[in-house]
């Protein structure tokens, strides 16, 4: 079955930190490049950070030089740390494979992320 718990999410001000956590379950995990993706209402959800089982990042150029992405391949587990966070960067953050369509594939619920000074 089919797990992705995503939590630490959050309201900072401008300039501040969040670090977020996913918890996978071993299929996903243990196969696919992971990646972090984002969405605010009535925009399609957006692909941020990925990463390989090898540890290979890629960002998107919005968030290169403040997130980092990594992972704990004996928990199972993706995180991402957002660094000098913008208001831009509100919206709903989702872990899953790198690969995973809106139509195709499980997700969770999300944790919130509110940049607002």
């Known amino acids: 079955q089919v797990q992705l718990v995503e939590s630490g999410g959050g309201s900072v001000q401008p300039g501040g930190s969040l670090r977020l956590s996913c918890a996978a379950s071993?299929?996903?995990?243990?196969?696919?490049?992971m990646g972090w993706f984002r969405q605010v209402p009535g925009k399609q959800r957006e692909l941020v950070a990925t990463i390989t089982r090898g540890g290979t990042t890629d960002y998107v150029d919005s968030v290169k030089g403040r997130f980092t992405i990594s992972r704990d391949n004996a928990k199972n587990t993706v995180y991402l740390q957002m660094n000098s966070l913008k208001p831009e960067d509100t919206a709903v953050y989702y872990c899953?494979?790198?690969?995973?369509?809106?139509?195709?594939?499980?997700w969770g619920q999300g944790t919130q992320v509110t940049v607002s000074s």
């Open positions: 899953n494979k790198a690969s995973a369509t809106m139509v195709r594939d499980y």
């Open positions: 071993g299929t996903i995990f243990s196969i696919y490049p």
